[in-house]
């Protein structure tokens, strides 16, 4: 698969396009689907920024000779059977399914009050160990911004260099289910409590025009089971509402169609979601081409404001 480099800076060439994917878990696997149509569509891309499996995929894309067959395949190593024998329940797709299908609440519950969650984090970094090797993030073909957040701050933590495997593992570290990662006093985890689709960051990194990805749609719920179900329904709309105000800064957003519900830890779905990926991004092709063919926007009001840098920081 050809991996179109950034557009040479002359005066008429097209606009840069960053890539800005976000978390969603298996769902994110649509950003595969995404990155194989802009590829056949030669369309340039300048930087991506990834939080999650956003990262993952992303620096699959970018880090790798063989995109996707090595990322399908450090999945299919992905071992998640611990899960597969506990109880399933109804409910919404969102992050109360993920903890409702996959785990008896009373174990998620005690699980976290004795350590750090139900799986082990071993699982994390044997996939971005396979997916990496050593790997540095520096070395990528497109710039790569991996995005985690720290717990102790609250703030989103931006990784540009060094070892992708760590950058990934921080990124991927979904409280409850994998340990958090330690690293220079803080405690990093899944880059989408910072904002599940990163488009200040890429902006930050030089796109003068961001594309998103959203694999996390929005819906509604019907029914609220008890006063936890009520609890992680709130964190979800809280992180959609989030999310809104991060899109409003991308010129196109391109939302896949899963046709239905899909568990966040689903991999049997991997295909579903890939698919669901390639048609979304078909459909944006033309507004991605009428966004490139517009002339380039000076840029000194945003360095003037100060608009553009990340709220965080970058190690």
């Not at 960053?18 to 056949?40: M, P, S």
């Not at 997916?131 to 497109?142: I, P, S």
């Not at 009520?230 to 991308?250: M, N």
Request: hydrophobic share 50%; net charge positive.
């Amino acid at each position: 698969m050809r991996i179109m480099p950034a557009p040479a800076p002359t005066r008429r060439a097209r606009r840069c396009v960053g890539l800005a994917l976000g978390g969603g878990g298996v769902r994110g696997l649509a950003h595969i689907g995404v990155l194989q149509v802009l590829a056949e569509a030669d369309v340039p891309i300048s930087a991506i920024a990834g939080v999650s499996m956003g990262a993952i995929v992303g620096a699959a894309y970018a880090l790798t000779d063989e995109f996707p067959g090595a990322l399908i395949a450090a999945l299919r190593g992905l071992d998640i059977s611990p899960f597969k024998s506990l109880p399933r329940g109804a409910g919404s797709d969102g992050l109360w399914t993920a903890v409702r299908r996959l785990v008896d609440v009373e174990r998620f519950m005690i699980s976290n009050v004795l350590s750090w969650g139900v799986a082990s984090d071993a699982k994390v970094a044997a996939l971005a160990s396979q997916l990496a090797g050593e790997r540095r993030l520096e070395d990528a073909r497109v710039p790569l911004g991996i995005v985690a957040c720290d717990l102790r701050s609250g703030k989103p933590v931006v990784f540009r260099s060094g070892p992708a495997t760590l950058a990934l593992q921080a990124s991927s570290a979904l409280p409850g289910f994998f340990k958090p990662v330690e690293f220079e006093g803080r405690l990093l985890a899944d880059g989408g409590y910072a904002g599940v689709v990163p488009t200040y960051v890429v902006r930050a990194m030089g796109a003068e025009a961001v594309v998103a990805v959203d694999a996390d749609p929005a819906r509604a719920v019907e029914d609220i089971h008890d006063g936890l179900h009520a609890l992680f329904r709130a964190f979800d709309i809280t992180s959609q509402r989030l999310k809104e105000a991060l899109l409003r800064d991308a010129e196109v957003v391109i939302r896949p169609d899963f046709g239905g519900s899909i568990d966040t830890l689903d991999f049997s779905q991997a295909d579903r979601c890939v698919q669901a990926g390639a048609s979304a991004a078909r459909a944006a092709l033309p507004a991605i081409a009428a966004l490139q063919a517009r002339p380039r926007r000076a840029r000194w009001w945003r360095r003037l404001l100060g608009v553009g840098g990340p709220p965080g920081s970058s190690p």
